[in-house]
T-cell receptor
Framework: GESVGLHLPTLSVQEGDNSIINCAYS??????FIWYKQESGKGPQFIID?????DKRQGQRVTVLLNKTVKHLSLQIAATQPGDSAVYFC????????????????FGKGTKLSVKP | DAGVIQSPRHEVTEMGQEVTLRCKPI?????LFWYRQTMMRGLELLIY????????DSGMPEDRFSAKMPNASFSTLKIQPSEPRDSAVYFC???????????FGDGTRLSIL
């Protein structure tokens, strides 16, 4: 898993398996969370988001789980494919006034997902 | 639909030179963000604008860095004079409104020799 401020961990999975990428956030004032995927040479790409009044949200092949009690966020990818290989970032939005007048995103350092064919 | 467009994609220049990075946000988005990404420090917010007005520039490293947003469809990040430690990938992102995800461009890879 990863936590804001720590080194970049790596997760290696077999094609077809499920992947779980973890993220610990530190700000209890955060009210909105986003997962991004970044491929080599490209900018972060939005995957899925979740607000603090929810504990689970599903997208296409992806699920985000939020546990506010322990300040933990996870991204689950079903049937992982080679195209899923990338660095995944979680980001937390600190509600005003903590994140400035408009709220800011705080990004973690990322987790590198490597999918073996 | 066109995403966030950044130019140039790559820039190599000698230290001391002025560098200007450009960004065209997604039409209709009211917030624009400039980030810098390095292996050592990850993704760092430099400055962001809301409705073309700079809101928070506390992430700008020093006075050598400046950013402008003259209108809703264009922003620049300028470094003058540039230094080797400014070498990084610079991203621009835009957001429709608060509480919505930011959408990133593909960045400018800057190398200062």
């Amino acid at each position: 898993g990863e936590s804001v401020g720590l080194h970049l961990p790596t997760l290696s999975v077999q094609e077809g398996d499920n992947s779980i990428i973890n993220c610990a956030y530190s700000n209890s004032a955060s009210d909105y969370f986003i997962w991004y995927k970044q491929e080599s040479g490209k900018g972060p790409q939005f995957i899925i988001d979740i607000r603090s009044n929810m504990d689970k949200r599903q997208g296409q092949r992806v699920t985000v789980l939020l546990n506010k009690t322990v300040k933990h966020l996870s991204l689950q990818i079903a049937a992982t494919q080679p195209g899923d290989s990338a660095v995944y970032f979680c980001a937390e939005n600190m509600a005003p006034p903590y994140g400035g007048s408009q709220g800011n995103l705080i990004f973690g350092k990322g987790t590198k997902l490597s999918v073996k064919p | 639909d066109a995403g966030v467009i950044q130019s140039p994609r790559h820039e190599v220049t000698e230290m001391g030179q002025e560098v200007t990075l450009r960004c065209k946000p997604i039409s209709g988005h009211n917030s624009l963000f400039w980030y810098r990404q390095t292996m050592m420090r990850g993704l760092e917010l430099l400055i962001y604008f809301n409705n073309n007005v700079p809101i928070d520039d506390s992430g700008m490293p020093e006075d050598r860095f400046s950013a402008k947003m003259p209108n809703a469809s264009f922003s620049t990040l300028k470094i003058q004079p540039s230094e080797p430690r400014d070498s990084a990938v610079y991203f621009c992102a835009s957001r429709p409104r608060q509480g919505q995800p930011q959408h990133f461009g593909d960045g400018t890879r800057l190398s200062i020799l």
